[in-house]
């Protein structure tokens, strides 16, 4: 089955303690993504990689780290996690560079830093 | 300006009504357009892009206007199923660049 899986789901943690959220992609996507949802806010990009060794900032970069060793994988890092970084955060992937083309995401991982 | 507007709502609409959302983009370069759907707590999954001259999937019907910059969804004989938050999506490049709307929440009651 063609997905993409996050983990963990559910996240608690405590200021400053460096935590990391794992995407995995089953379908051979180059580019894949880091999101962000807020209330009212919408979904705003945190970082995006078009292929493996190739990442760049979203509108939101500040506070996360993200590497891209393989294709499939795309891990979120929060070095010294803070509180204003609480939030619902998705990962997607797509095929680079393709009119219309569809994004898959992955269930999300809803962080809460105390 | 917001690049992607939407009205929040909610929409509180019985079942069997039409209902209608709209959302404007601020890029009138803007290429690609989408309306996602995301129920409660769960990640979006795309319910249909839309296409220069409308389309219809179903009860589903999209347009886009590109003078005006807005896009439309409309819902027809509205299902309880329907209930959900609707994400309006525009590609501004063509590329994999998706901007968001804040979505719109509807809730179709019995």
């Known amino acids: 089955e063609a997905q993409v899986t996050q983990n963990p789901r559910y996240l608690i943690t405590v200021t400053g303690k460096k935590l990391t959220v794992t995407c995995s992609q089953n379908?051979?996507?180059?580019?894949m993504s880091w999101y962000r949802q807020d209330p009212g806010l919408g979904l705003r990009q945190i970082y995006y990689?078009?292929?493996?060794?190739?990442?760049d900032k979203g509108d939101v970069p500040e506070g996360y780290k993200v590497s891209r060793k393989e294709k499939r994988n795309f891990p979120l890092i929060l070095e010294s996690p803070s509180p204003n970084q609480t939030s619902l955060y998705f990962c997607?992937?797509?095929?680079?560079?393709?009119?219309?083309?569809?994004?898959?995401f992955g269930q999300g991982t809803r962080l809460t830093v105390v | 300006r917001k690049e992607v507007e939407q009205d929040p709502g909610p929409f509180n609409v019985p079942e069997g009504a039409t209902v209608a959302f709209n959302c404007t983009y601020s890029?009138?370069?803007?290429?690609?357009f989408f309306w996602y759907r995301q129920d409660c707590r769960k990640e979006p999954k795309l319910l249909m892009s839309?296409?220069?001259s409308g389309n219809e999937d179903g009860r589903f019907t999209a347009q886009l206007n590109r003078a005006s910059q807005y896009i439309s969804l409309l819902i027809r004989d509205s299902k309880l199923s329907d209930s959900a938050t609707y994400l309006c999506?525009?590609?501004?490049?063509?590329?994999?660049?998706?901007?968001f709307g804040a979505g719109t929440r509807l809730t179709v009651k019995p």
């Open positions: 997607a992937s797509s095929l680079s560079r393709q009119p219309r083309v569809e994004a898959f």
């Open positions: 379908m051979n996507h180059e580019y």
């Open positions: 990689s078009m292929n493996v060794e190739v990442t």
């Open positions: 890029n009138s370069a803007s290429q690609s």
């Open positions: 839309v296409y220069s």
């Open positions: 999506v525009v590609n501004p490049y063509n590329n994999n660049d998706m901007r």
